[in-house]
């Protein structure tokens, strides 16, 4: 009798509370990456003129964890795939805390930079590992929206940050080093309802580690898998190494992720980060403008969780094709109508804020589909790691493009970015929302193993191709 994969198994699998607790677990990262994001924009409010910040140290200050994370993603996922996941579950939470406290006592923008960037080490670590655990653990029918959930909960995190600082804005000259630590507080949390999370089964079982694994699948799934039995249900095939990502099939997947993940999230981060300094150019100021970014981000969560309802409805494919298209018109009709009236520029931006939650959700989702359990974490910290370059430097121009140029050519340039990410995925993009992780991170080295499923075997076994786009006169 022939035996299914290891994968098939977890992918089959029924949920249970450990699979919903696991999604509370994984999305302490995404939450923490959005509050220590979001609150350093209001924070540089009080924080530029207490430093005296030239627009040089502005701009470090704020991408200063952006550069962070492209250290931390590559080099986090490449230690998951060899030490595993759970060992690094907590410890890049433990830093984390101690990057966050450190902020308290900054005096310059050169040991707030620093201290940024040691806390976007910590944080973009925590992307690969945490997500690369959610996949291998998550059934095949949720995983697409428990992944998805994880960029949802950035945008708690920011808003979080946003009602935070929000209160403690007026309390103090200084309140902003009391606004930067408090990130210590959920970190705490999360790292004390992480400590039990017990290690997946597959990376054991790629390690050899069949003994351990067969005592973690009793306990999250309650099957009793002897050792002889998960010997014959690990795949037995060629090694995948970190390299491969670079090449074959795999290098085209990790060019289509790199890019259109970059397109997504430059112009969300550079909005994020002075979101107030946006509101202003815009004809919004004061409380006004505070309380309309606020308003903003909470517009931007409610949008990833309705997409988290599209995200296996309209699959992977067509819900990025527009969340792109749109996101791209919101963002010219931003740089077209940039005088308009207050309720009008809100109107714009919380369009753009829901149109752009889908590309914002599948961030994760695809790269933990698209590559094999051996380099899953590897390809997802490498994915962030190269997003964060683009990011970092999006985020360190927008006070010079707001001082120099104008509002009406930043928001251009947003949109033009925007409007890349949709070529590239329309080019590229694949469709795995049906498919089991064996079928999606299978390629093939004598195959170009192309992502519009022109010549990739996994069309025949899972129906990996183009879906429907947005500019296709069909849908109605």
Partial sequence: METVPLTELCDNAQLNKFHKRLVVYSAGGPFLDGYVMGMIGIALVQITPYMGLSLFWEGMVGAGTLVGMFFGGFLGGLFTDKYGRQLLYSIDLIALALFSLAQFWAETGLYLFICRLLLGVAVGADYPIATALLAE????KYRGPFIGLLEAMWFVGASCAYIVGELMLNTGPEAWRWMLASAVIPAVVFLFIRRHTPESPLWLSQKGRFVEACAVLK???????SLTDLQGLVKKSARVSVWQMFHSGYGARMLFITVFWTCAVVPLFAVYSFAPKIMVALGISGNLG?????????????GCFLSLQLINKMGRRSLLLHSFFWSAVALTLLSIFSNA??????LLFSMYALCTSGSQNLQFVYPNELF?????????????????????????????????????VTMMIAACITMLGFAVSLKMAPETAHCSLEETSRCFEDTDCLLDGSSCPLVEGCGLAKGTDPTDSRMA
């Fill in 372 to 408: 094999p359990t051996e380099i899953r974490a590897s390809a997802v910290g490498l994915a962030s790691s190269l997003t964060r370059i683009g990011a970092a430097i999006g985020t360190y121009l927008v006070p010079l493009a707001l001082a120099r140029l104008n509002i009406q």
């Fill in 290 to 302: 505070n309380a309309g970014s606020a308003v903003m981000t909470i517009i931007f969560m409610l």
């Fill in 219 to 225: 306990l999250v799934y309650d099957k009793n898998v």
């Fill in 137 to 140: 653990f998550t059934p095949k």
């Fill in 341 to 346: 009236p207050p309720y009008v520029i809100f």
